[in-house]
């Protein structure tokens, strides 16, 4: 059984930063692209940043510049770094990985807030 397990939300005043987390364990052969997406309140998931197994990466644009995301294979984590947050920012970030065990699928995590005040 896979797990993606988020961590590093929280509570941040406009313009701080907060570093998101994403660990995938279990049977795990391979993974492939990874990606966070957000939802806010009365909105549709949305995504925020994607990174293939290569590093390829791309973002929404409305946190181009301003957010990063990376990741470590060997720890099979997903980091998303969030610089000069603003309040429209305001979400449940989620993480999102392709996973390979016996066959591919798609993993969600259960999600970590992220509230920013203005």
């Known amino acids: 059984q896979v797990q993606l397990v988020e961590s590093g939300g929280g509570w941040v005043q406009a313009g701080g930063s907060l570093r998101l987390s994403c660990e995938a364990s279990?049977?795990?052969?391979?993974?492939?692209?990874m990606g966070w997406y957000r939802q806010a309140p009365g909105k549709q998931r949305e995504v925020v940043a994607t990174?293939?197994?290569?590093?390829?990466?791309n973002y929404a644009d409305s946190v181009k510049g301003r957010f990063t995301i990376s990741r470590d294979n060997a720890k099979n984590t997903v980091y998303l770094q969030m610089n000069v947050l603003k309040p429209e920012d305001t979400a449940v970030y989620f993480c999102?990985?392709?996973?390979?065990?016996?066959?591919?699928?798609?993993?969600w995590g259960q999600g970590t807030q992220v509230t920013v005040s203005s």
């Open positions: 990174i293939t197994s290569g590093g390829s990466t």
């Open positions: 279990g049977s795990i052969f391979s993974i492939n692209a």
């Open positions: 999102n990985a392709e996973i390979v065990t016996t066959y591919r699928g798609r993993y």
